[in-house]
């Protein structure tokens, strides 16, 4: 687990694009990792033999921390990649002074949510809701 670096765009990209196939346009692989090191560089991966084969993006406000594109790709799943990475991060967004750090995840992603829960998160009652500008 690491800090991105400039050379791993590509097979960041690549990651996410094969992981989140059915994302909309706007989170498009390219344009996110862009904007997002615009702004700081809480982007995080996991390598296997010197490959990518996960990544994470994390934020964080001052006030809460947020985990983002978390992704691994499915041969490399079940075997506490993803774990690691998403701790790895929290502990970055800890290093910062966050004290909670919170995620989204589509309601009909049922076994990420158990993943999540097994990290101990837990499902709180919002309503989430969002503006395009």
């Given at each position: 687990m690491r800090k991105f670096e400039s050379n791993d765009r590509d097979a960041l990209i690549q990651l996410w694009e094969t992981v989140f196939p059915?994302?909309?346009?706007?989170?498009?692989p390219a344009a996110v990792l862009r904007a997002k090191l615009e702004v700081d560089d809480l982007v995080f991966v996991a390598e296997s033999?010197?490959?990518?084969?996960?990544?994470?993006?994390a934020g964080y406000d001052g006030h809460r921390g947020?985990?983002?594109?978390v992704a691994v790709y499915k041969e490399h799943?079940?075997?506490?990649?993803g774990a690691e990475l998403v701790k790895?991060?929290?502990a970055a967004l800890k290093e910062l002074g966050c004290i909670k750090v919170n995620l989204?995840?589509?309601?009909?992603n049922t076994q990420v949510a158990a993943f999540y829960e097994s990290l101990g998160f837990s499902v709180e009652e919002r309503l989430s809701?969002?503006?395009?500008?």
């Open positions: 059915d994302d909309p346009p706007h989170n498009e033999n010197g490959k990518i084969v996960g990544a994470c993006m947020w985990l983002y594109a799943r079940r075997n506490g990649t790895h991060a929290m989204q995840i589509r309601v009909t809701m969002g503006a395009f500008l």
